[in-house]
């Protein structure tokens, strides 16, 4: 019995505001080359955290069966071979980061978001440069109200954020600077329903405007 059970259980004490809020169910699955360069071995590979609560269970190989259970900030794994691997993660996992460091190039590609109640997407995924999005669903994002520099810095991302729902968002600065952007950033600028701020001097919606800026990298907000 853990002291909060023996408070509640014993002592008829009720305790309330300080759990996780519900776990992931569908889990949030991402694949990763482990000979890419990080810092990490050339098989292994560090799922980064930053700091909020965790409480997360990993299957290493993306096979239905969990392999490690209440993880509660980074870990690291050793595949003991090289290669590319998939990997799952359920439960309370309110934020990746890895905000241009560790091993940032090797994550190359989202599968799913799953149902994570994500709480901040701010340098989640910054410098993941080899990073690409096969996700069909969309990033619960009720929670989310920090989405700067979410992708930048990764060349190659391509999320389809038709389906995103950014209601809550009140900061997009720099989401994608540095991106290669697969999708025509007007079209990604109307799918969010942002304007940006460029130079200092809050602009509309201009297609020229976003043309000449081939990716939407300075100040955003809700239109």
């Not at 059970?5 to 996780?20: F, V």
């Not at 569908?26 to 694949?31: E, M």
């Not at 091993?103 to 340098?123: C, L, P, V, Y």
Request: glycine letters at 8%; hydrophobic letters at 35%; proline letters at 4%.
């Amino acid at each position: 019995m853990t002291q909060r059970e023996a408070l509640i259980n014993t002592h008829s004490w009720t305790i309330t505001g300080d759990e996780l809020g519900c776990p992931a169910l569908i889990p949030f699955i991402t694949t990763w080359k482990t000979d890419n360069p990080g810092t990490s071995n050339s098989t292994s590979i560090t799922v980064p955290t930053t700091f909020d609560n965790y409480n997360y269970d990993v299957d290493w190989n993306n096979d239905g069966i969990f392999d490690e259970f209440g993880l509660t900030g980074s870990v690291s794994h050793d595949f003991g071979v090289a290669g590319t691997y998939t990997i799952a993660i359920k439960g309370y996992f309110p934020r990746i980061y890895f905000n241009n460091g560790g091993d940032k190039e090797k994550i190359i590609a989202i599968e799913q978001w799953g149902d994570m109640n994500w709480t901040s997407m701010e340098r989640v995924f910054y410098g993941t440069i080899n990073l690409v999005s096969n996700a069909t669903d969309a990033p619960n994002l009720s929670s989310v109200t920090n989405m700067s520099r979410m992708f930048s810095g990764t060349e190659s991302a391509n999320p389809d954020t038709s389906g995103w729902d950014t209601s809550a968002v009140t900061d997009m600065a720099w989401m994608f600077l540095g991106s290669l952007l697969a999708i025509d950033p007007i079209e990604l600028a109307q799918r969010l329903k942002i304007e940006c701020v460029f130079n200092q001097a809050l602009l509309p919606i201009s297609g020229k405007q976003l043309q000449n800026h081939r990716a939407i990298s300075d100040v955003c907000k809700l239109v």
